[in-house]
């Protein structure tokens, strides 16, 4: 052992010399692993791609805010629209190729049923796609 023996009461002071076997025999271990694998390393594959033309990019399709108020009065694109004529325009809208993302932006003092009502309303009449949009800088963490 690097610090004597246990029994030795020939030396008062442990032994000071340090052991270096088991780091000289670590390293030779590890100079022979990286002298087999270095060439690994810088053998390449030759690989023949094949070529590909990328198709253009796909149109965006257009984006209907529909905004409710806290009276539950609604507001297509920014203009105001009776409940009657909300049926329609979502069924000439879901009928657009391709289809529009309605984007729903209610005040936070909606009630909820308008909010599901016009969801179902859009479901029912084709629209698949219905985001939410929420403004971050008034949330109560915030405040």
Known sequence: MAFGGFNDNQQAAPMADINITPMVDVMLVLLVIFIITAPLFT????VDLPTAQSAPAPEKPET???SIDRAGKMFWNDAPIAENELAPRLIAAAQKQPQPELQLRADKDTRYQV????MSLAQNNGLTKIGFVTDPKNTQANK
């Open 115 to 118: 909010l599901a009502e016009v």
């Open 43 to 46: 053998h390449a594959v030759k």
């Open 64 to 66: 209907i805010a529909l």
